[in-house]
């Protein structure tokens, strides 16, 4: 895969700086912006494969920008933000944000979460997901046409709510899935229910997690969601 288009957005210019260099280095291409408006006409123009985003720019809050975005692309936007508050996360990740940096940050950890994005974007999980009849992560499988899961060739028997939870999971490999955001694809509709669900999710890890205490496929976000993570160097789906 060739590599993307990302498009910076940040008024701080050693912070602009930093990314920009450090993108260079990795052979990416590259469009900055330093202001909310400049950052939604680039976005429309230029068409880039990933959006890094302050929300803390000048003319406009970084989460109606993400919301405007959202309502004619599906470009992934990572966000790159001094509000290391948990409501900052929330909000952003359920306005539409595929992930959340607190500044400082190292450039690994950014060139980390751009890999993860990348992988994102190679598998265009969430379209190939919903026509696939079978999904891979390492030795977990979910057959979808027979409503199985296979851990290690060895059949698991989920509740209907943890198969759910495991099928959104699932086709959002990468993405922090916000509390919220799960309620209400799970059960139809928002609740505030957060303990039930960490039930859910804590029955869900014994039965696919050798070791709950250290999960290889759901990660938590605490105070913010769950995430599932990639396992080994690819996702398959049939």
């Known amino acids: 895969m060739n590599k993307p288009l990302i498009l910076v ?3 701080d210019k050693p912070i602009r700086k930093l990314i920009t260099t450090t993108l260079e280095t990795q052979g990416y291409k590259y469009h900055t912006a330093e202001t909310g408006e400049s950052s939604i006409l680039e976005a429309v123009s230029k068409q880039p494969d990933i959006i890094i985003l302050d929300l803390g720019l000048p003319d406009m809050d970084g989460v109606d920008i993400i919301k ?3 309502t004619w692309s599906n470009v992934p936007i990572i966000v790159v933000s001094a509000r290391s508050e948990d409501r900052d996360k929330i ?3 359920d306005a539409g944000a595929d992930d959340y940096l607190t500044k400082p940050f190292s450039v690994e950890e950014l ?3 751009l890999r993860v994005t990348l992988r994102r974007i190679r598998y265009d999980s969430d379209k190939l997901l919903k ?6 992560n390492g030795n977990l499988k979910i057959d979808y046409a027979a409503g199985c899961v296979w851990l290690d060739e060895e059949e698991i028997h989920l509740t209907p709510i943890e ?3 495991l099928g959104l999971l699932a ?3 990468g993405k922090v899935l916000t509390h919220n955001y799960i309620l209400h694809e799970i059960w139809g509709h928002y609740t505030y229910d957060i303990p039930a669900l960490r039930v859910f999710m804590a029955t869900l890890r014994k039965k696919i997690e050798k070791m709950p205490s250290k999960p290889k496929y759901i990660q938590t976000h605490i105070g913010v969601g769950y995430r599932m993570l990639q396992v080994g160097d690819e996702i398959k789906v049939n």
């Open 68 to 70: 405007k975005v959202r």
């Open 91 to 93: 909000q952003a990740l």
């Open 131 to 136: 026509d696939a009849s079978l999904f891979t």
């Open 111 to 113: 060139l980390a979460r």
């Open 171 to 173: 086709k959002n490999v």
């Open 163 to 165: 198969y759910k939870l």
């Open 9 to 11: 957005v940040e008024d």
